[in-house]
């Protein structure tokens, strides 16, 4: 805490630094006096030091012990909590052998062991699906089996005593598949495409298991694809990705709405499928005829695959009728070019989803480079691709990955892969031939990810009538802070209950329209007219509770607890802009900076700034992660400012690289037009010593129209964009990114 004093007059600090050398640091408290002449005191605006930097992150890559699997492919890797990775099932590349082997990872010590499983076992199989349930459950469903048969069974694993069991299901089993996709939502099991039959026709079909009952919905169809990903947000089931019929890479997305089906939303029907209605046809080419397999052998590892199963190969009138058209909204969207769209037809990707986002790891291949490899993402929301990260800030060079995994939270990722030149590893002859023997963390954290957990709920399509009854009806308690809310910034005269004062500097575009509207002035206009003609710098007061700033603001808690001046006062002073300083005291009672409570880009750049002050994570990561999503011309600026005194260096590398693809703009807005003398000398040394203005022809012949990087002459360079073709695009398309919905 600072020594006693009058507000600094100088420009806010997201802008420019104090020139009161008496400040201290955030994490220093220093005795003060209680008295004043205006009764408000200094906190401190510079950045905390010695805090972790991002500058010249790279997830690390860690090599396996133990029982190391070896080239195994087509086999389910997942994540199960508690610093365990499960692999399960899948073949040798080299042999052929297909396995039910049970392994396990420790993420603390990197060991590999085989795990003794008992039950139910099952036969060997790949191509399955392995998805977590509450916990300490994995749901293994499909595959196919070494006699290339296509199983439909479902078999549960019990992680807490390696125990297998397989329930009794009822109602309409599914085909037969492999390579399909499977997602969990609210207890039920959804199962979307793959392959089935001796010809590997490509399923497009959707159907679900409610974990309830054991019961399988009917099937209806959806989207035809193998080796894709979905997932389920906001009521709806995403796929993306994967391989079409004719075995071409696909990079559009679709979805289907489940709200408002009751077919989604209710029990599904017990008993057997309606025969009548499964061979009705419903448009569509015709299915071929597949006949009953053969009964399961004994494979190699001695065990019959799906012995104890009768749901191998379900009848053959399910594999001759074409289904239904699902009972929902079915969308599409295809990406057909653009900067940030990751090209599906090169490279390795793994796709996964966290808190409402798509990533797209583009790893490397035979055929692409690790430069030429990038993480990004797609917003569901707004279904807008942006790049997180170029590839040579992840991926080390000589390594291949073949599977990856994501923690329950969405805020970490593992690659597991292993080395491509023999001769650099000590994994001995052959060794760079096991495909899991090393492993690579992702902590999404660092790429503006929140995970999750942190995640708001995805907006909500509804009419504006609704909306105004939703707004009308009483909403439930979210906790003592969301109620406090409600009384935010009222003065005591009007009950509100607040009994603490903090005053912020006076925003400068501050017009009286706006100040009287305020809910403060409407209670107490005659005392803010009177701290606005004592101190033309200084904010009205924001009134707020003492007890919301002592259990959500460390800082603050301590200097309280130490009995310093603001304990007796009651009043604290915080060099910060006032709109910021509004924003940071209502995020301690709500947890939230969405639009809804901090609506200006440049305000959630100041609260950046003071999560970096106060040292406070959780606002630090909702603040990253709406800066990159919200990254525009007018606020490039300021956010790549701010990141750079947060120490921020990822978000800072990547305003950088935005305000030199749109320089022309850029250097137009407000936002440059405020920065200090030094940030402007910075920002240019942001650009390659090779970097250069070009436009016209040459602006095409280099792909200038997007990207951050450009090859010309074999050498990629930043550069700075001409502005005059990006404008005259601007009304055509958002980004440059050309999208066509069906």
């Known amino acids: 805490m600072a020594q006693p004093s009058t507000p600094t007059t100088g420009p806010p600090s997201i802008f420019g630094t104090s020139t009161d050398n008496r400040l201290a ?61 499960y692999a399960f099932g899948g073949f040798d590349q080299y042999t052929d052998e297909v396995y039910n082997h049970v392994l396990k990872l420790d993420m603390i010590s990197h060991q590999w062991s085989l795990v003794d499983n008992y039950g139910d076992i099952p036969g060997v199989r790949m191509g399955h699906t392995a998805t977590l349930h509450q916990g300490d459950k994995l749901l293994i469903f499909g595959g196919e089996n070494e006699h290339r048969t296509y199983l439909s069974d479902l078999i549960i694993f019990d992680l807490k005593t390696a125990h297998w069991t397989q329930p009794a299901v009822t109602g309409p089993i599914p085909k037969g598949r492999a390579r399909h996709a499977a997602v969990l939502h609210e207890d039920k099991l959804f199962i979307i495409g793959g392959i089935t039959g001796h010809n590997n026709y490509v399923l497009d079909d959707i159907c679900y ?40 890479k696909i990079g559009d997305i679709w979805w289907l709405d489940l709200k408002g089906s009751p077919a989604f939303e209710s029990l599904p029907s017990m008993g057997s499928m309606d025969r009548h209605s499964a061979l009705t046809r419903m448009g569509g080419s015709p299915r071929p005829s597949y006949a009953m397999a053969p009964p399961a052998a004994v494979g190699s590892s001695g065990y019959a695959a799906n012995s104890s199963s009768a749901q191998v190969n379900p009848p053959s009138f399910q594999l001759t009728s074409t289904p239904p058209i699902a009972p929902g909204t079915i969308s599409s969207l295809k990406f057909v070019s653009g900067p940030n769209i990751p090209a599906q037809g090169s490279g390795m990707h793994f796709h996964v989803y966290t808190s409402g986002t798509l990533l797209d790891f583009v790893t490397p291949a035979a055929t692409i480079t690790p430069q030429e490899c990038s993480l990004s ?20 060079p000589g390594y291949r990955w073949h599977y990856c995994t994501m923690n329950e939270d969405g805020t970490k990722a593992w690659l597991l892969g292993c080395p491509t030149d023999p001769t650099a590893t000590d994994l001995g002859p052959g060794g760079f031939e096991e495909y899991l023997s090393d492993i690579m963390e992702i902590d999404l954290r660092r790429y503006g990810i929140i995970g999750n957990n942190l995640t708001p709920p995805p907006p909500v399509d509804t009419s504006r009538m609704l909306r105004s009854a939703e707004r009308m009806a009483p909403q439930p308690s979210k906790g003592l802070g969301s109620d406090l809310a409600k009384l935010f910034n009222q003065a005591p005269e009007s009950g509100s209950g607040t009994d603490f004062t903090i005053t912020a500097l006076k925003d400068g575009d501050w017009d009286d329209d706006e100040l009287m509207s305020s809910s403060m002035l409407r209670n107490d206009e005659e005392n803010q007219q009177t701290w606005l003609d004592s101190n033309a710098t200084t904010s009205p007061p924001i009134h707020v509770h003492k007890l919301i700033l002592q259990a959500r603001w460390p800082h603050f808690a301590r200097l309280y607890s130490a009995q310093m001046a603001e304990f007796h006062t009651k009043k604290m002073h915080i060099p910060e802009p006032y709109t910021v300083v ?103 040394q942001e650009i390659d010593t090779e970097g250069r203005v070009v436009g016209g022809d040459e602006l095409e012949y280099v792909g200038g129209l997007g990207g951050s990087r450009f090859g010309f ?30």
């Not at 993402?377 to 080390?396: C, H, M, V």
């Not at 978000?651 to 693809?661: G, I, P, S, T, V």
């Open 713 to 742: 002459g074999g050498a990629a360079r930043k550069a700075s964009i001409s502005s005059n073709q990006t404008q005259q695009m601007g009304s055509e398309v958002d980004e440059n990114e050309e999208m066509e919905m069906n």
């Open 377 to 396: 993402s797609l917003e569901l929301d707004t279904l807008r691709w942006q790049k997180l990260a170029e590839g040579r800030d992840i991926f080390k």
């Open 25 to 85: 640091p955030a994490n220093v408290l220093t005795p003060g006096s209680a008295t004043s002449s205006n009764n408000t005191f200094l906190m401190p605006n510079s950045p905390v030091k010695g805090r972790l930097s991002m500058e010249g992150y790279r997830p690390k890559v860690t090599r396996t012990l133990g029982q190391r699997p070896a080239c195994l492919v087509n086999a389910s890797v997942t994540y199960c909590g508690n610093n365990q990775i």
């Open 582 to 684: 509004k924003a940071f005291l209502y995020y301690l009672y709500t947890d939230s900076i969405q639009p809804e409570d901090c609506g200006a880009l440049s305000d959630v750049a100041g609260l950046l700034v003071m999560s970096n002050i106060y040292n406070i994570p959780h606002l630090r990561l909702l603040c990253v992660n709406r800066l990159s999503k919200e990254l525009d011309v007018e606020h490039a600026c300021i956010i790549w400012h701010c990141a750079g005194i947060a120490n921020e260096e990822w978000l800072r590398r990547r305003a950088a690289n935005f305000c030199l693809m749109h320089w022309g703009r850029v250097v137009r807005t407000q936002g440059f037009m405020k920065l200090p003398r030094q940030a402007l000398l910075e920002i240019n």
């Open 209 to 248: 298991l409610d974990l309830k009952t054991f019961t399988w919905s009917r099937a209806w169809r959806f989207v035809g694809r193998f080796d894709h990903s979905a997932y389920l947000w906001g009521d709806r089931v995403w796929v993306f990705g994967g391989l079409s019929e004719d075995m071409d």
